[in-house]
């Protein structure tokens, strides 16, 4: 029986034993996006993530002898979605007649609003 593997061989390494190890990483991606509700950016990231075409031999090292064999990515667990400010007019008494804006700290209570009475 022949095993797969890209190490390459020659008689010079008759007696050596093919080695492999899987190791386990924690990736952590965190996204974000503008929206007018949670609900509606909780959707909107949900739609995103890892694009697992980028997840392949090309992010592995191969030296002293070692190829990658498989490479992988599975999804575990998220955090909740959650709000960190609110696009606002600038501190500009010309502000909205220019359109100059900024993510300002959104107020606790719009946050409460939004995400407990609605939830009722």
Known sequence: MTIDTDIMITRNDLGK????????YNLVIEQE???NSRAE????LSDCGVDHSQINHEITETKNGVETYMVD????DNGPTESFGQV?????????????????????????????????
């Open 33 to 35: 996006c503008l929206a």
């Open 17 to 24: 034993k093919l080695y492999r190890k899987k190791t386990y």
């Open 88 to 120: 606002v007019y600038t501190d500009d008494e010309f502000a909205e007649e220019n359109g100059d804006v900024e993510i300002g700290e959104e107020s606790p209570l719009q946050d409460y609003k939004e995400n407990v009475l609605t939830q009722g």
């Open 41 to 44: 950016a909780t959707e909107k």
């Open 73 to 76: 990515a599975n999804y575990t």
